[in-house]
């Protein structure tokens, strides 16, 4: 399993050629899985696709300065492989990198969060982290 790597935390972005569809990124691979995550606009959801198969998707919707993530699902045969627990942090890590909130009323990713709490700070109504001090010249 490849998490990190030169090309960032979450390895290398990749065009998307599809229409309204977001940078994707791959999260990781296995020789059984090579999942990419994708937030495919059009459809208010992200959807990670191992190859062409659809994985699981989160779906979420829109508003000013919110993104209400609604709904997980993860197809049974990925089930147990890592798929939600990539699609929670890959739509938490896009949120934080547009600078707004989460509203989550899904419970896998509620429970996500539970479970990492350095993403706490992304819900709505909470405190956000202070970002480090620049470095002095």
Same mark, same amino acid.
């Given at each position: 399993?490849?998490?990190?790597?030169?090309?960032? #935390?979450?390895?290398?972005?990749?065009?998307?050629?599809?229409?309204? #569809? !977001?940078?994707?990124?791959?999260?990781?691979? @296995?020789?059984?899985?090579?999942? *990419?995550?994708?937030?495919?606009? =059009?459809?208010?959801?992200?959807?990670?696709?191992?190859?062409?198969?659809?994985?699981?998707?989160?779906?979420?919707?829109? #508003?000013?300065?919110? *993104?209400?993530?609604?709904? @997980?699902?993860?197809?049974?045969?990925?089930?147990?492989?890592?798929?939600?627990?990539?699609?929670?942090?890959?739509?938490?890590?896009?949120?934080? !990198?547009?600078?707004?909130?989460?509203?989550?009323?899904? &419970?896998?990713?509620?429970?996500?969060?539970?479970?990492?709490?350095?993403? $706490? =700070?992304?819900?709505?109504?909470?405190?956000?982290? $202070? $970002?480090?001090?620049? &470095?002095?010249?």
């Amino acid at each position: 399993m490849r998490v990190g790597g030169a090309e960032g #935390a979450h390895g290398p972005f990749l065009p998307d050629a599809r229409p309204g #569809a !977001r940078p994707r990124v791959r999260l990781w691979q @296995t020789p059984a899985m090579d999942l *990419v995550i994708t937030d495919v606009a =059009d459809a208010t959801r992200y959807e990670a696709r191992d190859g062409t198969a659809l994985a699981g998707f989160v779906q979420y919707q829109l #508003a000013d300065g919110l *993104v209400v993530v609604t709904h @997980t699902e993860v197809d049974p045969a990925y089930e147990g492989r890592g798929v939600g627990g990539a699609l929670a942090r890959h739509v938490l890590d896009d949120i934080r !990198r547009r600078d707004v909130s989460a509203l989550v009323v899904c &419970p896998f990713v509620t429970s996500w969060i539970g479970r990492h709490p350095e993403y $706490a =700070d992304l819900l709505y109504g909470a405190k956000r982290q $202070a $970002a480090p001090p620049a &470095p002095e010249a």
